[in-house]
């Protein structure tokens, strides 16, 4: 009831906003049906399944953006977002209305846009040198979600383009006595810079960021808290688009780490999209990590497409196999370390066997709203 009422009054308060200067209510429905192999059972033994899957394609989520004109080109905006299953209509975070954007801020066309609040963290950025567009088998899968994560407590700057560069940086605070976190919040400090060049040719992007352990403040998981060093590059070839990228994380302070427990990764990827018409697109990549301190390496080869049938409703498929080295236990999703099976606290991991493939199949269909 409460989260009815409080989609009530945000609707009201659109509408309110709507009079003074615009406000755009936005979202996405994506769904269909998914095939995987070389998941664990409960005996721990390779197995299958079948089942319809929401956001394989892309998340589904709905949201609102708005904006207010001030004076001499200067205005107010808000964007607000949340994320949901298709599948079963629950919200993307436990106790939040707006899990992946809630901000607001002052937008000028000559000097930049600051924004305060939750937003996607700065990584997602190679989003857009992701042949696949990281969708759930994709650029996130290898390095287990690090380069997609959402933050709290955020300033962030967006510059405009000059000559064609513009940079984009953005810094988290942990909002704990401890100024890099303590384990009195749910984040430690985060803090990132994004430098981008464009050109009608090609397109080249360079990011570095940090995540701090917010239960200690530490640099000690390359795949949850460490620093990470990308560089991507799109090359426009009509009706190719030609795209790679490397990004390496590292931690630091870290003594006496178990083997197996890997202190470093190095991953990179290459792929193509086709646009084979105005109303079709076919895209292939692979993509490589190799993780230290046996950690091992895999490599995860995909093709998917897609199919206008609207401007707005598009159908889509996805096929993908992830090759595990000896000691490695990649999924075709993103998944935490760790082994896959049932977990102690009853969750399920879909981490594969060590050493052993997973393969899926995915068709689906999105709208856009």
Partial sequence: M???????????????????????????LD????????????????SSRFRVEGGNWGSSYWGMQGEEPLADGLKAIFHLEEYFSVV????????TIFDNWAA????????????????SWIANGIWD??????????????????NWPQASNVVSYQSPKLAGFDVYGQYALSNSTSFNGN???SQGRADGLQLTYT???????????????????????PFTASREYTAALNVFLAPFKLMAGYEASRTSGMRNVAIGSPTTTDFAWAGVTWTINPVATLSAAAYHVNANNGGGNATLYTIGGTYNLSKRTLLDFQIATVQNSRTANFGLDPNSEGPGGIQSDGSYNENPLPGHAQSGAYIGIQHLF
């Fill in 31 to 46: 769904a269909g049906l998914e095939y995987v192999s070389g998941l664990q059972n409960s005996n721990g033994a390779s």
């Fill in 88 to 95: 079963n209509g629950q919200l993307g975070t436990a106790n």
């Fill in 2 to 28: 409460r989260r009815i009422i409080s989609v009530a009054a945000l609707a009201t308060f659109a509408s309110v906003c709507h009079a003074q200067g615009s406000v755009t209510l936005y979202g996405r």
């Fill in 129 to 146: 040198f992701d042949p696949l567009g990281q969708s759930n088998w994709s650029s996130a899968s290898l390095v287990r979600g690090r």
């Fill in 199 to 221: 050109s009608s040719l090609f397109q080249v992007r360079g990011i570095y960021d940090e995540i701090r352990d917010s239960s200690n403040g530490q640099l000690d998981n």
């Fill in 183 to 185: 384990g009195t919040t």
């Fill in 104 to 119: 607001v801020g002052l937008a000028d066309d000559k000097y930049g846009t600051v924004l305060l609040g939750r937003q």
